[in-house]
């Protein structure tokens, strides 16, 4: 940091790095197993985010060398239906990751569908046998975001032991583990949300603070205390009248301009965090692959 500016995590490169060696772990597997990891991705519906993010991945996928298999249902496919794809994904060995893309149809029970995911499969990490791998300190697949964020706070801090990290948001895709992970790697976690009593003032403490509660710019510099990292989770699209009518922008949940003059580094958005995702995702699936075979992990990309 330099004078009230904060240096800017670049997530970009990061995750462009991440996946440069995945992409090497697997040309290796390849050449010295014959092994091709597989990630399976299920996108039940036309949701316009899920679209892009389904894309996205399958490009990602196939750069690193991976075999991506890509499942579009319609948004009136039967919960029988999407059990049944699970199940035949399950028992293809060609198969080591399944992703089935979030949020479904109101019609399927999203919490029969992940639980239904072979544990050593489910590379989202939101199986309850996962989550409470995690928990208890064993072996487990995490989920790709908070596993991102971890990355890169490992980067700038090395070790998190003893340092405060405050949580803004308490999901189970993103606070929840995130709160697991910090705690895993010694910080002092406090995990806030929407009935948090002072909830400005418990932030004002963090040394780590990371924001994934989907409410736009809620984050000001009041909430943060000087030369702390911030991690922002937050994807919000709002309307910004200044580029025209009707054009909108993407915004984190900190407001980016007033608190990179308080924080040490802050991540931006977009370019933060979010490249991380797919990146940790490709990481999973390749972890996944490399214990289903009995190999050695690749170093460094797992929590
Ligand atoms: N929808 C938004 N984020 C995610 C994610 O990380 N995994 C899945 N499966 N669906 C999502």
Redesign the pocket.
């Known amino acids: 940091m330099t004078d009230g500016v904060a240096d800017i995590i670049d997530g970009k490169a990061f995750a462009a790095s991440i996946r440069a060696r995945v992409g090497e772990h697997v040309a290796r597997l390849k050449a010295e197993h014959g092994l091709t990891p597989g990630l399976a991705v299920v996108l039940v519906g036309d949701n316009p985010?899920?679209e892009v993010?389904v894309r996205n991945k399958g490009k990602q996928t196939a750069e690193a060398g991976m075999a991506s298999f890509e499942h579009r249902l319609p948004a009136d496919t039967s919960q029988e239906t999407l059990l049944a794809l699970v199940a035949e994904l399950n028992a293809d060995p060609a198969v080591h990751g399944i992703?089935?893309?979030?949020?479904l149809p109101a019609h399927i029970e999203e919490g029969a569908v992940l639980g239904a995911i072979l544990p050593e499969k489910d590379v989202?990490g939101?199986h309850p046998v996962n989550v409470g791998r995690l928990a208890t300190g064993q072996t487990a697949l995490v989920?790709?975001?908070p596993l991102g964020c971890l990355m890169m706070l490992r980067d700038r801090h090395g070790a998190l032991s003893g340092l405060d990290a405050v949580v803004v948001g308490r999901s189970n895709?993103v606070g929840k583990p995130m709160a697991q992970l910090l705690l895993r790697d010694s910080a002092t976690v406090t995990v806030v949300h929407s009935r948090t009593r002072e909830i400005e003032a418990i932030c004002r403490r963090a040394d780590i603070l990371v924001a994934a509660v989907g409410r736009p710019q809620m984050i000001g510099a009041d909430w943060v205390k000087p030369g702390a990292t911030v991690i922002d989770v937050g994807i919000n699209r709002v309307d910004a009248p200044e580029k025209g009518p009707g054009k909108t922008r993407l915004v984190g949940d900190v407001d980016f301009a007033a608190v990179s003059r308080v924080a040490g580094a802050i991540t931006p958005v977009p370019g933060g965090v979010g490249p991380m995702?797919i990146a940790c995702?490709l990481a999973n699936t390749l972890t996944a692959a490399c214990r289903a075979e009995g190999l050695p992990e690749p170093e460094g990309l797992a929590a």
């Open positions: 985010a899920s993010y992703l089935v893309q979030l949020p989202d939101f989920p790709c975001t895709i995702t995702l």
